[in-house]
């Protein structure tokens, strides 16, 4: 809905990845003061790669992570280029950098920093900034009706500058959680799992092959992580098992078991036992130097205090109005990249223009009452569906990215992206080893490239 008055706010923005960038662009393109808040000393997020991992809890069992990022040395991207940009800031190809249409992840992390440079956005930033405490001002309310009552709900932010050790403590009228959701590991239960004696470790501290050489290695988990990390270590180690919920695997993922004596495919994990045996539910089982879980990932937001308005339940943050607002507290409070499983650059830009907009009152929200019956509605069609509360997030439509964007008006994606987005995927299902490097979407790429979204932004060519 669309509202006549207008209002400049003081809004707080936590991360300064994708998501909190284009948060801080937005926001002050409506007209309102933005602070962005970062723990690391550079923009990028989880872009922002990390190689010293040393201290760290092996797996991410500790209340605070020291290490952000999650990405190890050779990660490259899983889709084209040419589908993730802002929908006014295409992901060109740069001379001198790294060219290809599936980069490393530094070529995205520059991608970034020229974002954040053209639109200027740095003087809003305070860089080695960890948020402490997130809560509502002066907080009376003996219910959550009491709460949708005060017109005025301001929040107290209280952070601490990492080298100084200042403490610091401000209120804004307006919080946005930008802190992305790829960095707590979320481990299995597994019997025998605590007493196991040899190396255990998530995904989130894997970083190069080589301490692995001559090890026979247990990789949990066959989604993309585990297929990746799995194809370096077959390199080095001296077996590597791969275990997953279900042997029912793609096409690309079988040619690449074929072609490794030495990499195996088993279900899932039975037990540990202590002398180092890891037994699997068909029976087999293996004698392991190390266990690596690629597992996934667990929302988490430790500074946050609601008064148990907002929690994460088995993953499922919420109850959150189209996975963004809280009914209670909407809009002074909001998220931005909860959805998993999406285009996620144009979509951010879609959720931080309908922040911006509410915050200012040109647009309002539906009633709470109403929010909160989509929500139920939402979380009801999950369970029929069968989804587990785990995936309440994860996506997977076009569609619903374009109703989203609906609400404000955001162009719908373009037909090219969509199809380039489809045609990587079934690529990946193919070949795993070669669908970076060798595709057959040429006529897809060169709609993309004769798009408004890149003659009108001044993008170079793609080497073809």
């Not at 009152?361 to 909160?372: A, E, F, I, V, W």
């Amino acid at each position: 809905m669309v509202s006549e008055t207008y209002q400049s706010k003081n809004v707080c923005v936590i991360g300064a990845g994708p998501s909190g960038l284009v948060a801080a662009r937005e926001l002050r393109k409506e007209g309102h003061r933005v602070v962005v808040l970062e723990q690391n000393h550079d923009v990028g997020g989880q872009w922002l790669y990390d190689p010293n991992v040393e201290g760290e809890d092996p797996l991410g069992r500790t209340p605070s992570l020291k290490v952000h990022s999650s990405l190890y040395t050779s990660l490259r991207l899983i889709s084209p280029r040419e589908i993730m940009g802002f929908t006014d800031f295409p992901f060109s190809v740069k001379k001198g950098r790294d060219m290809r249409r599936f980069p490393g992840h530094r070529e995205l992390l520059l991608y970034l920093k020229d974002f954040c440079d053209w639109f200027g956005l740095r003087d809003l930033i305070r860089f080695n900034t960890r948020v402490a405490h997130v809560g509502m001002l002066d907080y009376y309310a003996t219910s959550t009706d009491d709460v949708v009552g005060c017109k005025d709900l301001k929040w107290v932010i209280r952070s601490v500058e990492k080298k100084t050790q200042i403490v610091m403590e401000e209120v804004f009228d307006a919080v946005i959680v930008a802190t992305g959701h790829y960095s707590q590991p979320r481990l299995p239960s597994i019997k025998g799992m605590d007493a196991w004696k040899r190396k255990q470790m998530h995904s989130h501290i894997y970083r190069v092959p080589e301490p692995f050489a001559d090890e026979v290695v247990v990789v949990v988990g066959t989604s993309l992580s585990g297929q990746d990390i799995s194809m370096e270590l077959v390199e080095v180690a001296k077996a590597v098992y791969l275990s997953g919920k279900s042997l029912d695997i793609s096409e690309g993922l079988s040619k690449v078991i074929s072609k490794h004596e030495n990499l195996h495919l088993r279900p899932q994990i039975d037990c540990l036992q202590e002398d180092g045996k890891v037994l699997f539910v068909d029976g087999s089982w293996v004698i392991a130097d190390t266990i690596m879980y690629c597992t996934g990932y667990s929302y988490t937001f430790p500074f946050l205090d609601t008064k148990g308005i907002v929690a994460v339940d088995d993953d499922r943050v919420g109850p959150l109005y189209e996975h963004t607002f809280p009914p209670s507290l909407a809009p002074s409070l909001s998220f931005i990249g909860i959805p998993r499983k999406i285009i996620g650059f144009p979509f951010f830009e879609s959720q931080a223009k309908w922040i911006a907009q509410l915050l200012s009152g040109k647009r309002t929200l539906p009633s709470r009452d109403d929010m909160m019956q989509s929500i139920k509605e939402l979380y009801h069609s999950r369970d029929v569906a069968g989804i587990p509360k785990h995936n309440t997030h994860d996506i997977a439509e076009f569609e619903y990215c374009d109703r989203y964007g609906d609400h404000i008006g955001f162009p719908h994606l373009e037909e090219w992206r969509k199809e380039l987005c489809l045609s990587a995927l079934r690529n990946a299902d193919t070949d795993l080893e070669t669908y970076r490097d060798s595709w057959d979407d040429h006529e897809l790429l060169q709609e993309a490239l004769q798009s408004p979204h890149f003659t009108q932004h001044g993008a170079q060519d793609f080497p073809l």
